[in-house]
């Protein structure tokens, strides 16, 4: 996410609207979020294609297993890294258009794959396009659509990856049948991959990366495309410098002004996924399996957790800017809570399994629900907030690669967990940090809707020389000079 997010409707409902109007924004916007959607389906895929494909591949043990799933987000984590640096050097469109290539090659590597080390390699190799996409495509969608709708990007990105989670599922299900359907299921991804290359290619640069270039004639011919009226344009380049000029370094955020919000930012990282959110996401089937489903049961049961993914994301976009972030991240992480509670009885108890069949899958629906509500959109929104504009680059940087490192540490331990302590106690275990998570936002999790950004860091304890330094006012001014506009 860029450092200039800053602005009025920060959910994604404003951004669809506004969107549909602009067939040229949409067009834009649509293109660049095949990233995201290709993230939610490559983490996705792996659920139903393992079924399949441990007996081709030899994957007999847990640890094999879970290499699989986890290696692409080791991957994830070099490319975000990678992608950071190429960003900015070598432009956003370009990265965009390598990570599609990288999709698609990545996608039939997988497809083709003979060998677990095979497999691996192609999953590590997607992982780099995933942890690209995780990162490059909301910002350069930010970076072209015009402020007062860009934090609704972020909501519009979740959208995006919980749909292609959702289109993975479904085709699981649909290939289910098919021989060789394992290799079928990574290798369909070539097609959105391919699109995302061919279709960035026909796309502007970031007008915030033509500035940085020197290249300001070209981007406020970008800017002029993409706006209603040529009046903000020359406002918006000298935004654009004002925020370059004042960005701050990694280092920058250890000070002491900023290390609460970076407490609240890495708590709210740690959280999302130490829930477990993942073990759902790329175990639904093997989780289904467990609770006495067979393939082609477990398959289609996965489809309607993809559709309540979806479905409980638009509800949140839809609603996070009426009834507040701390609500849906109390309440949806307390829901999530008790139904992992929920699901380690039905693990432990034979009877309740006789008596209540449906239980398992009943609590997986209510904990996506309380995912897709809460923590699912709200930590990548709340990133977007809670930090001075100079430091929001390097902030959100440092709390996705907390967020990464998570979600890679959960789905590496999964199975071996469900071993080691039993399904049961694993289920557990993640409520427990679901209960350490209600805590922490009852704490330290400020209030952001309707907050500008200066009230926000006060309630972070900023100190005003180093959080609230120049830029910061400007923006925090510009802010609720818009606030001022939309309600008038
Ligand atoms: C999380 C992912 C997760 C997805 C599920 C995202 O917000 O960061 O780790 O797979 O939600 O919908």
């Known amino acids: 996410m860029t450092a200039e997010t800053a602005d009025v409707d920060n959910t994604g409902g404003g951004f669809l609207h506004e969107a549909l109007h602009n067939r040229r924004l949409l067009g834009v916007a649509l293109i660049a979020a095949i990233g995201g959607f290709l993230f939610g389906y490559d983490t996705g895929v792996i659920g139903g294609a393992m079924l399949f494909m441990q007996k081709d591949l030899g994957l007999k043990t847990h640890q094999q297993q879970e290499l699989t799933v986890a290696i692409l987000l080791l991957g994830a984590v070099t490319g975000a890294l990678i992608a950071g640096y190429s960003a900015d050097m070598f432009s956003r469109r370009r990265t965009k258009i390598v990570s599609g290539c990288i999709y698609v090659t990545g996608a039939l590597a997988a497809a083709f794959s003979q060998s677990y080390w095979q497999i691996l390699a192609s999953r590590f190799w997607l992982g780099l396009a995933v942890g690209c996409a995780s990162f490059v495509a909301p910002m350069y969608i930010a970076e072209i659509v015009p402020a007062r709708i860009r934090g609704g990007v972020v909501s519009f990105n979740q ?46 640069f970031s007008p915030r990366w033509l500035v940085e270039k020197g290249r300001e004639d070209e981007a406020r011919e970008v800017l002029r495309r993409y706006r209603d009226s040529d009046d903000d344009v020359d406002d918006e380049i000298k935004e654009i410098k004002n925020v370059s000029e004042s960005e701050a370094s990694v280092r920058d955020l250890l000070k002491k002004g900023v290390r609460r919000m970076l407490v609240v930012g890495i708590g709210l990282a740690v959280f999302q996924q130490i829930v477990g959110i993942n073990t759902v996401i790329y175990y639904a089937p093997t989780i289904l399996k467990f609770a006495g489903q067979q393939n082609t049961g477990a398959l289609t049961q996965s489809v309607f957790i993809g559709c309540t993914n979806v479905f409980f994301t638009i509800v949140a976009i839809l609603l996070l800017d009426k009834l507040g972030r701390r609500f849906f991240l109390i309440s949806g992480t307390s829901i999530l809570t008790v139904s992992l509670v929920g699901l380690g009885i039905f693990f432990a108890s034979p009877g309740v399994q006789h008596a209540v069949p449906w239980l398992a899958l009943a609590c997986l629906l209510t904990y996506i629900m309380g995912f897709a509500v809460g923590l699912g959109p709200v930590f990548w929104l709340m990133i977007s907030e809670i930090f001075p504009i100079q430091m929001r680059g390097p902030a959100m940087a440092v709390c996705s690669m907390f967020n990464w490192g998570l979600n890679f540490a959960i789905s590496y331990t999964f199975l071996t967990l469900t071993g080691a302590i039993t399904k049961q106690g694993t289920f557990w275990l993640y409520a427990f940090f679901g209960v350490c998570a209600v805590v922490f936002f009852l704490t330290l999790v400020p209030e952001t809707k309707d907050r500008s950004l200066e009230q926000i860091q006060a309630d972070l304890g900023a100190d005003a020389d180093t959080a609230l330094s120049r830029g910061e006012h400007e923006q925090g001014h510009e802010r609720e000079q818009e606030s001022e506009a939309v309600r008038s």
């Open 159 to 204: 959208l995006m990856i919980t749909s292609g989670i959702l289109v993975a599922y479904i085709v699981d299900w649909g290939f289910a049948g098919f021989s060789d359907n394992w290799r079928w299921m990574f290798g369909v991804a070539v097609v959105p991959g391919a699109a995302l290359a061919v279709g960035m290619y026909f796309m502007p």
